[in-house]
Every structure is written in C-alpha cells, then in structure tokens.
C-alpha cells in the first residue's frame, strides 16, 4: 500500500496542471519569512510535444534563480518591490528553449531580504509564484527545503539602507544536483499556498518593465597575496568599479573553514556595506556567490591551509550598450568622459543608485543628473528605466499629494523639495519627454504632478514660499541660500508642468502653471541687489547656484551676466550636483571658455584619480560634508551633459528628435565628434580645423530635421544625408 501512495505522488508531481490556478507558495509554517531566507523549491512536468512559446510569469519576494533541466534560466530574477508600495514585479520568462519531451525538471531557488531598505519594500512574507499556463503553476503538488547551506555571515551586518543581507554559504551543508534530483529527495515537503495573486501582502504584480540583467560571463582575475597572522588576503584588481559576483575555485583537504569576500567598497562612502563567506568542505571546490557586490578590487580572505587555484568574477549589470561615442583632442575632457560612462553603468539595475554601494537608492536629484548622461552615451534601452522611475515616483505618491524619494522605500519617506521640484520639472519629466516622445508615459505621471505643484504656495512678493518638507536639503556643501534654490527649481517645475498641459491639451492647467511661474520670476528679481541675487534673510555667502538656477530657468536678463559671470568667478560652493547647473549657466551667458576652466580646476581630483574608474560623490573622498564622499556618484558625470549640449551644441527641440539642434562651439574644441543613439537613430556630428576655420560633418537620420547654427552663416535646415558644412573664423 505503501509503494502505491509513493508511486501515485509521483506521478501527480509529473501531471501537466491544465486546470490549476497559480497560488503564492512557500515553505511551510512559514519558515521561510525571516531574515535572509534561502527556499529551494522543485516541480517535474511532463510534457509530450514542445511548445514554440512557453512565457513564464515568475514572482518572489526578493530574488531567485530558475533551472530547467538543470540549466540556468534566469541569474536572479525578479525586482525589488515595488511599483507602488502594496505591490511587486513579476518577469515574464520563454523557458521554451530549454523544454524537451517527456519529463521536465523545474528548480527555483528564492532568496527572501526579509527586511526593509532604501530600494525594497518588504512584502513580509517569502513566496514564490509561477505560472506556465497550460503547463504548470504554483500550487501545493511542488516540493521544497530551506536551503540549509545558506545563513547570514557572523559579526556587524550592511548598514540600515541596504535591503540585503551578508551571504553565508556553508559548503558542507550544501545540496548537490538538487536541481534535478527527484522531487521526493531528502528534506522536500510539499509546498504551502499562502495566496492568490492580487492578494496581500504581495499585491497586485506589474510585468516586469526592464530587461534582465546583462551576464559579461566569467572572468579570471589576477591577485596579489597578502599575508597575514592566521590568512592571507588575496587582492584581485578589476578592470573597472563593476558589479559582480565572485567565483573562487579553493582546494581544503579537511574542510571546516571560513573564507571572507569582500571588497574595497566593503567599507565606503562612509558607512559598512556588503560582504560576503564561504566555509569550505574537504576536497577542491569550486564556488560562486550569489549577491552581487561592486568595487574596484575583490578581496579575498584565505585561512592558512587552504589553496586558491583561482580567483574569477562574474560581471553583470543592466543590458544597455555604451552606444553613444564621443572623442576630441583634449585628454582631460576624455578622461572625464570614460570615467562618467562607467559611474553610469555601475548606478544602473532595479532602479537607478545614488551609489552602488552603500545605499543602492533611487534619489530623484540624481536620477535627473544621470538621465540627461543617458540619453547621449547609452543605447535607448536604458529608456525604460527612465519611465520605471518616473511611474514609481508617481505610484509612491503620499495621500497629502507630496512625493518623495528613494523609492521603492521601506523605511524611508521623507520629502526632499528640491530634488522633486527637479524631478518634475524640465530636466526631469520633461526632458524624458522631448528626448523619447513617449507621451503615454507623461499622460499617467501628469496627474501626480499637478497634486504635487498643488502643494506649493508663493509669499506676498510672489517667490516661492519655504516648504520644508522631511529634509530641507537644497545640495552638499555650505552656503545655501535655500529659499532662492527652492524658487528657482520651482520656476523649472512650474515650467515642465505648462509644457506637459500643453502636450496633453490641458490649456487652463499650461496657462496657470505659466502664470505662476511669472509670479516666481518676479519674486525672483526682487532678490537681485545689483551683483547678485540673495534672499534678504539670507546671510552667508553669495550663493552660486542660485545664480545658475535664475540663468537655466529663464529668470535672470541678459543685462544682468556680466554681474553674474563676476559673481560666478569668485563664488563655488557647489556640489559636484548642482555644479552642472552653474557650468549650463556659463556656457549660457556666453562664458563656455571660462566653463571649461572652471569644470577642469574643481573635477580635476577625480578625474585625474589613477587608482578609481568612477566619479566621487564630492570634491573630495570619505568627507560628511558631502555625504560620506562615495567614489562611484553618477551625479558627478553631469558636465558630460554641458559637453554634449553647450559645447556639440546637439539637443532635441522637437519631441523625439523630429527636429533637432546642432550649434557646435568649435572654437573651445577645436576637433571633436560625438555619435548619439536617439530614438529617431543615431545623429554624428563632428568638426576639424580647415584653413581659416572648421569643417563640419553631420549625419541627420530618416524623418528629422537638424536645425545647424554655426558661426557666419544664417541657421539652416538640413535634412536626412550626410552633409558637410564649411564655418569659417569670426
């Protein structure tokens, strides 16, 4: 009777599930629902023909990793949670090409945070949910373990920001093959239903809106060994700040021991961050942790008695290619530029980081910066990040209409004015819009940002009044005249806002957001004393990122430059942040060349840096005063921006590139190019030095127009071709 039950459940567990409905399952009692959970599950399915297509939903709280057949699938799957705070993502996954006939074996393996972070909000409860409709689903018929190899490293964990846990994995106690063992193997019990989907506390799942994560394969490292009492530390160089994961391949002839991996960015910006260990068992071993950590160099820490036959890492990130080319003659500019490609690359994946390291957080003011980077280096893929962070800024929108970032946050919520007056604004959701012309994406963002503009309020004078919101932080650094800098990112808002109406034919909403921005305006004028501007209870130093924001937003006159480029010239207390607003500001007023002075002279310690591949935080490293000084700040490469724009002169002026702006300063590069993946295709623009002046080469892609103004000729339209244009010395 006995082998009749057994024999029966094995072959439900191999029954195709035609009429069951996909359930949230997980470890029984709960068991799983703790702090840095590891649930292996496992179901078998049979299969007479193979489909074409064979699309996957596949859901967890946190991340997992899928098997078919005992082949890798999918490298941690799945998204922080979430799209809005009571919802998650799932990936929807063609396991097709790794079906066959007759029996198939599924195997997830599901890490649950368990806890909450700056760019996760717990569901609170471990889960997976799988649905191959017409094939299999989650239900009670599959089986699984917590994974026994798998704990949490001894001693003081990352800090409060990260969602994540240090990775333990002890080699001894792993499980070998699980993956396409029978699905009765030792320790498997069949699986809990704990809901259906829609249900809390997962929510409502949103396909998942980003592509998976870009696997650059394996690498071998070389290291240097340095010996210690007791261990050696193996230091691997990378070839750039990256993320990874570290492969180890150890030989330990009685087992038993503990391996840290760590590395140089363990300890940054101020604060612990992510490391990782491994205890060996006897015998060669080869091993790969699963959480990515990112640095410049990997260390490894060997107890005596243990070999290293190699060190390797695996790279991946978000599947965007550096499509946008630029080069020119001067080897600062160059360095600066490969370095801000690569502090990109290294703040890019769930969402956008402030760092990669100690936060992983998606801060508006630097997904701003960092947006305006992308749309001139990176492939238009990485416009789908874009649209995920604005959607998430939308849908994490407080009942009281504030927004607030990072986001998705469990255990952060406070308003920041400054960054979402900015993220709304023209440098944020607005220029999103005239670089795609993705109006859908602006039609359900619209809504959030009028209740949000709705919040604020102007004093008698007409200026901006003080919104405090959770944090009054206008930028790192001292000096802040934080009425002005709150003013002037409102005129931007109220700017963005009109040009969004106007896009979605709101005419009384575009006429009221200009008015007041004309109320703004005036109130900002009468803070202007003859030489600058300065709010009249402000008492430090003038401030120049006021100056820059009354340039940018269309505030301060012409008449008014020659006192502001004085004051410019003799005032920075900028952050690397708001640093690329003062630069735009200079190239505006006619003063490019003092620009580049300027942006040479402050970003020369990072850029000339020969030990980091990536931009810091502040002007300096490891300083409060800007933040804890990460090395690895995208908002850093925003003079890449003022390049593109000021100095090649290129940026839409039409909606998708329809019709586009070429006005190159020849002049203060006097040989560039830059290549530019738009969505309307890819634009070149590059300039030589001729006899008496410049030849300009230009290549206008299918369906737009390039309007090219240079020097000693009227504007002209050019349209799709390659052309060549003579500019002659003025």
Known sequence: MKKTLLLLLSVLWLLPAFSSVPRWIGAPAGAADTINSWTAFRRDVQ?????????????????????????????????????????????????APYLKRGVNRLAVLVWHFGKEGFSHKSSGRSGLFFDLKGMVASDTSWRCRLHPAYSTCDGRGPNYRLPESNIRFDARLDLPGWQTAP???????????????????????????????????VKRAKFVRRAGDGCDTLVARLPYNMQLTPVLELSDPAGGRTVGILTDHTVAGGDVNLRAEYVTRPGRQRYESPGWLSGEELWVVVPHGVGVHEIAFRESGYDTEPSGIFSCDDPFVMRFWQKALRTLYVNMRDTFFDCPDRERAQWWGDVVVMMGELFYTYSPSAHALMR????????????????????????????????????????????YYMHTGDRSTIERVYPAVKRYLALWKTDPTGLTGMRRGGWNWGDWGDERDMRLIYAGWHALALEGAANMAGVLGLDDDAAGYRAERERVAAGYERCWNGTAYRHPDYTGSTDDRVQALAVVAGIASPEKYDALFATLRTQEHASPYMEKYVLEALFRMGHGDYALERFRRR??????????????????????????????????????????EQVCGLRPLEAGYKRF???????????????????????????????????LRLTVPEGTTACVSVPGRDAADYEQGKHTIRINYQ
């Open 47 to 95: 299969l007479d023909e193979v489909p074409l297509s064979a699309v996957a939903r596949i859901a967890v709280d946190s991340k997992y990793w899928l098997w078919v057949n005992g082949a890798p699938v999918v490298r941690e799957g799945g998204l922080k949670r979430g799209p809005a705070p009571a919802d998650g993502y799932c990936d929807e996954v063609d396991l």
């Open 603 to 644: 970003f020369a310690p990072m850029v000339d840096d020969p030990g980091r591949t990536t931009l810091f935080e502040g002007w300096d490293i490891g300083n409060a005063k800007y933040g804890g000084g990460t090395t690895n700040h995208a908002w850093s490469g925003g003079p890449l921006t003022v390049i593109a």
């Open 661 to 695: 702006a070429v006005a190159p300063a020849c002049s203060l590069m006097p040989r560039a190019s830059i290549s530019v993946p738009t969505v309307a295709g890819d634009i070149r623009v590059s300039w030589r030095p001729v006899k008496k002046g410049w030849e």
């Open 388 to 431: 995920k962070a604005m959607l998430e800024l939308a849908a994490w929108q407080k009942p009281d209409g504030a927004l607030f970032s990072p986001i998705p946050a469990g255990n952060y919520d406070s308003e920041l004015p400054g960054q979402m007056l900015a993220a709304v604004g023209r440098y944020g959701f607005w220029n």
């Open 183 to 217: 699905c009765d193997a030792e320790g498997f019990v069949p699986a809990e239903a704990s809901g259906t989907e829609g249900a809390a506390p997962w929510g409502a799942l949103v396909p998942r809106p980003v592509p998976q994560w870009k696997d650059f394969g």
